[in-house]
Nanobody, 115 residues
Framework: QVHLVESGGGLVQAGGSLRLSCVASGIIFRRNNMAWYRQAPGQQRELVADISRGGTTNYADSVKGRFTISRVNFANTVYLQMNSLKPEDTAVYYC?????????WGQGTQVTVSS
């Protein structure tokens, strides 16, 4: 059974930082492309950043230069380092794993940025 467990969310002031973690089990992690998405109230879920099996990264324009996605394969973990947070970054952040046409989602972690 596949599990993706996010952690690291919380309440932070604008300009602050958070690091999200997503630990995967039940998949061969190194074979999966991984991604972070977010969903704000009343909004569609949107891609924040992704990282391929080979380590190639991609970012939404809104977070470029502020967020960094990384992965540690031996720990089955993907991270999202978020710096210079803005109130508009407030959302539930979800981890996603993708391989061979299969997609798996975590339950999400809430990030709230106060102004």
């Amino acid at each position: 059974q596949v599990h993706l467990v996010e952690s690291g969310g919380g309440l932070v002031q604008a300009g602050g930082s958070l690091r999200l973690s997503c630990v995967a089990s039940g998949i061969i992690f190194r074979r999966n492309n991984m991604a972070w998405y977010r969903q704000a109230p009343g909004q569609q879920r949107e891609l924040v950043a992704d990282i391929s099996r080979g380590g190639t990264t991609n970012y939404a324009d809104s977070v470029k230069g502020r967020f960094t996605i990384s992965r540690v394969n031996f720990a089955n973990t993907v991270y999202l380092q978020m710096n210079s947070l803005k109130p508009e970054d407030t959302a539930v952040y979800y981890c996603k794993a993708m391989t061979d046409g299969n997609m798996y989602w975590g339950q999400g972690t809430q990030v709230t940025v106060s102004s």
